[in-house]
């Protein structure tokens, strides 16, 4: 800001006067530019006007240069932040998550019924039956388009509560969910089972027995020999 004298003799402060823009103001303003994408901004915090910033844009093309670049990068840096804050790991939005909700208030069983009738589409989304429906006049090629985008839809929930649960174990300092049971393994020393030997008495080199099994117990035809010459042992 800068104090000036109007024609009337009075002073007032205004903003850096058009073509007064140093090298280090107009360096700070593309920072800033490539930060916020927002001209306004970025002049304001450099203490000038937009307009000398235009007016310069106009008048060197190598600022002009400048500022298309800056502004591209701002533009990047809006839309990453936007698609970040959208992810479940972003912990912007999900606050209430962690607290317990209040007491329902006092309402009657139509009023109940009203609530549910009116956000059932939303609250279970795609798990209504009667979308998978097929309408009347409805071509089968649509029918089974849009079959497939209920379909794409589900899994689109299943994989972002999976995300969800998973930004969840990540804040509290868990490890992923793939990862725990490995863990435990090996925080109980459990070696690999595949590593494993000598827990088997059987010789894997030996002959197989024929048709016979190698098992205990009895044996059919020693049963039925038993059977025929009276000779069982109790």
Partial sequence: MVVTRRNDGKLQMRRAQPDKLTCE???AFLLALSATCNVTLAAAAVGASPRAFYRRKKQ????????RMALQRGYDALELALMESTLPAAHE??????NEPPAIPPMSAAQALQLMYLHQK??????????TKRRRGEPHEAYMVR??????EKERQKREAFDVAEA???AKGLPPWGAAGENVRRRLGLPD???????SRADPAKEPHGDSALFGGWRIEDMEAKREGDEWDF
């Avoid at 939303?122 to 979308?131: G, V």
């Avoid at 595949?194 to 827990?199: D, E, K, L, P």
């Fill in 168 to 170: 969840e174990r990540w």
């Fill in 60 to 67: 060197c093309a190598a600022f002009a240069r400048e500022m």
């Fill in 193 to 199: 089972l595949a590593q494993v030997t000598g827990w």
């Fill in 147 to 152: 079959l497939g985008a209920l379909w794409e």
């Fill in 122 to 131: 939303e609250a279970r989304l795609t798990a209504e039956p009667f979308l």
């Fill in 25 to 27: 103001a107009e360096q």
């Fill in 93 to 98: 939005h999900d606050e209430w998550r962690h």
